[in-house]
């Protein structure tokens, strides 16, 4: 079966990826795939606010997703919605498990998502970018959160939508995010009307994308850091 | 907010007329414009100078002509001040200082009549154009007016209007015309700070948070003032003013080259 765009089921959009976008942001990362385009800036660890959320015990994180007026066909209005709101909650859980909150007992960390340009995938690319925002920004985690769309159009399992296909009728979209080296998956949605066995190859076929999107985040933040790198190895 | 450390050290500076980056008070950081950076837009751009950068996109829908203005479309300016461009920024809805920015940058484009409203009226007294130009502060380290208002001149050259079939009052945004937005005139938003007595333009953030007041001219290729705004505690005498009118009548003709 051809894709819209004349990719194979398997097939991912073409993606980049580019660590340290806002200079203000303690960590910073922009991910594309395809005509979706996410920057992820965070802040912190730093002082909580307001101080009555502090937790004695580990770092509190807060994430907002925001989606560019512009950013679509028809404009959004600015500011949170109901589905703002939703969705930043879900890519906090998406990436949460991943820092290690507890070394920064007392603090905030604070996540924040512009999504560009969007063409479907927002969710995923939002929590891409910001995985490497929070490696950019120093603090400590287990393993990068990668993350890409599933599915299932016109009765066979794809990886990573784009809104053409999202917008076929019975189309289901299944956003995951997965931690590769724990292969933890941390995001886990869906909406739409498929067979387990379609979900099963659609999940399979998830996996593979984010671990091909990890790949590009290792090679992201080493080329940000890369400089510095030999700057060491030069004074050895 | 500024380091104590840095402050007395600004202040000293600028009594003696210079700038902890070495510019010379009346000269502009490196300004850089890209264009088309979000496709969903019918015009956008980016703008960044030095550290400071603000991006546009330019959204047109249709609505009903004003009674006063039945021949004439009309624009909306928003300014976002998200919470990921500074630390200093808190999320929530807009504050004052963001409906500023943006109030300021709409009446520059408005009073210059930069868009040739006429032009935006579909039928007279039932349907315009509405021009939505959104603007986001991406990272700040000053001067968000003066990066701003090139922001929205720079989407605005760039816009073009999406297929509209009247009969059945739609818009397709996946198709857009050749014909671009009727832009006359550029419109350039110059800002001239006061501190310590000593008049400055483009501040850092830093240099920003030291001003005790501010002047915004906005001025046309022809010469002409469209829009002014005074901010800050302090206030500004007669000849200063003059001096800032002057100064932004140059400084504008050069930032202007920037524009494609």
């Known amino acids: 079966m051809k894709r819209p765009d004349g990719r194979k089921p398997e097939d991912l959009r073409p993606m980049e990826a580019k660590v340290g976008v806002i200079e203000n942001a303690t960590g910073s990362a922009m991910f594309r795939i395809g005509n979706t385009i996410a920057i992820a800036g965070v802040y912190g660890p730093r002082e909580m606010h307001p101080k009555r959320l502090e937790d004695p015990e580990k770092s509190v994180i807060k994430c907002y997703y925001d989606m560019y007026s512009f950013s679509v066909p028809e404009r959004k209005r600015p500011g949170p919605d109901r589905r703002s709101i939703e969705l930043s909650m879900v890519i906090r859980n998406a990436l949460e498990p991943a820092i290690l909150t507890k070394e920064f007992p007392k603090s905030g960390i604070d996540i924040f998502v512009s999504i560009i340009q969007a063409d479907a995938g927002t969710r995923c690319a939002a929590i891409t970018a910001a995985s490497m925002a929070l490696a950019d920004a120093g603090i400590p985690m287990k393993d990068l959160v990668c993350a890409v769309a599933c599915g299932n159009v016109r009765d066979t399992a794809v990886a990573d939508l784009n809104k053409e296909e999202e917008d076929v009728e019975l189309t289901t979209d299944i956003p995951i995010a997965y931690m590769p080296r724990a292969k933890k998956i941390t995001l886990l949605q869906a909406d739409g009307d498929l067979t387990a066995e379609r979900f099963k190859e659609a999940l399979k076929l998830g996996i593979q994308g984010c671990e091909q999107i990890y790949e590009l985040q290792k090679k992201a933040l080493r080329e940000k850091y890369q400089v510095s790198g030999e700057m060491i190895e030069d004074k050895d | ?260």
């Open chain 2, 1 to 260: 907010m500024i380091r104590d450390n840095s402050k007395g050290y600004i202040l000293e500076l600028a009594k003696k007329g210079v700038r902890d980056d070495g510019r010379g008070l009346l000269n502009y950081r490196d300004i850089k414009i890209e264009y088309d950076i979000s496709n969903n837009a019918e015009g956008s751009a980016a703008v960044t100078i030095g550290k400071t950068r603000v991006v546009c996109g330019v959204k047109l829908s249709t609505g009903e002509p004003y009674p006063d203005k039945p021949d004439e479309g009309s624009i909306v300016v928003n300014a976002e001040f998200a919470p990921i461009s500074s630390p200093t920024f808190e999320p929530g809805a807009p504050g004052e200082e963001s409906i500023e920015l943006a109030r300021v940058v709409d009446r520059g484009i408005r009073e210059s009549r930069a868009v040739d409203f006429k032009k935006l009226c579909i039928k007279s007294g039932e349907k315009m154009w509405m021009v939505m130009i959104d603007l986001y502060i991406q990272n700040h380290d000053g001067n968000l007016i003066d990066a701003a208002a090139l922001a929205a001149i720079a989407a605005l050259t760039k816009a073009k209007f999406p297929k509209y079939d009247m009969e059945t009052d739609t818009i397709d945004y996946h198709e857009h015309k050749k014909d671009k937005l009727p832009l006359v005139r550029h419109p350039i938003a110059c800002t001239i700070h006061k501190m310590n007595g000593t008049l400055f333009v483009d501040p850092t953030f830093d240099e920003e948070a030291l001003s005790d007041a501010r002047l915004t001219v906005t001025v046309s290729e022809d010469g002409n003032i469209n829009a002014m705004q005074k901010g800050g505690q302090a206030g500004l005498s007669e000849d200063e003013i003059l001096k800032g009118v002057e100064i932004a009548l140059e400084k504008s003709n050069e930032i202007r080259k920037h524009l494609k």
